[in-house]
């Protein structure tokens, strides 16, 4: 089985600035991990995928990192704009099924 | 992008009623579809991952006489909730992947709001 750990606080940052969300998983070192974006009373959105032979991805204002050893991702957002305010998701691919974290809450403030 | 789509966003049924819900990827192929249940604040919990023309296999836990799941063709599964009850109320969400999906992301639906009363 696969345990994945997201900070459960909301995260509170200024407009402009950059977020930096945490997902940590427990035992085995999955194929790849991903990350989603989920606004409330909606279904998750696919943000960015990284392999486990990656260690940094990016796509316009997002960059993932993979640290195998630490057995953690960090998800970040530049240029951080109060639309981006969500609860963003981390999910690893064990064992031919997905294991979700519970999410962290972003909050971009004007 | 892909797109899949969730019918109906929400419905309110009487304990022991059934209800069905389905799932449909509508530019895609979905080899594999997902149906997680979501409390809130909690992460999606897996109930079971269905292949198209075969039996669905159910996470340890999920009643699969009590959840039917029916993957009927490459663009639609379903999910039929027998005899509710209000602890079956939840937010239900499906996912596809499969042809539409180069390296493994799920496309999820928008999700159905189940309230038994």
């Known amino acids: 089985s696969q345990k994945i750990e997201q900070n459960s606080e909301a995260l509170n940052i200024q407009e402009g600035k950059t977020a930096t969300l945490t997902c940590n998983y427990t035992?085995?070192?999955?194929?790849?991990l991903q990350w989603y974006r989920q606004d409330p009373g909606r279904g998750p959105v696919f943000l960015l995928l990284i392999r486990e032979n990656e260690k940094e991805k990016r796509k316009e204002r997002l960059k993932v990192t993979f640290d195998t050893t630490l057995k953690q991702s960090l998800f970040h957002i530049t240029a951080s704009q109060p639309a981006d305010s969500a609860t963003y998701l981390c999910?690893?691919?064990?064992?031919?099924?997905?294991?979700f974290g519970s999410g962290t809450k972003l909050n971009v403030k004007p | 992008g892909a797109v899949v789509s969730q019918h109906p966003s929400w419905v309110i049924c009487k304990s022991g009623t059934s209800v069905k819900i389905e799932c449909r990827s509508l530019d895609f192929q979905a080899t594999t579809m997902f149906w997680y249940r979501q409390f809130p604040k909690q992460s999606l919990m897996l109930m079971a991952t269905s292949n198209e023309g075969s039996k669905a296999t159910y996470e340890q836990g999920v009643e699969k006489d009590k959840f039917l799941i029916n993957h009927a063709s490459l663009t639609l599964s379903t999910l039929t909730v027998t005899s509710a009850h209000p602890e079956d109320s939840s937010f239900y969400i499906c996912?596809?992947?499969?042809?539409?999906?180069?390296?493994?992301?799920?496309?999820f639906g928008p999700g159905t709001r189940l309230t038994v009363t």
């Open positions: 996912s596809a992947s499969g042809q539409g999906s180069s390296g493994g992301e799920q496309y």
């Open positions: 999910a690893v691919y064990n064992f031919n099924k997905f294991y």
């Open positions: 035992n085995y070192s999955p194929a790849y």
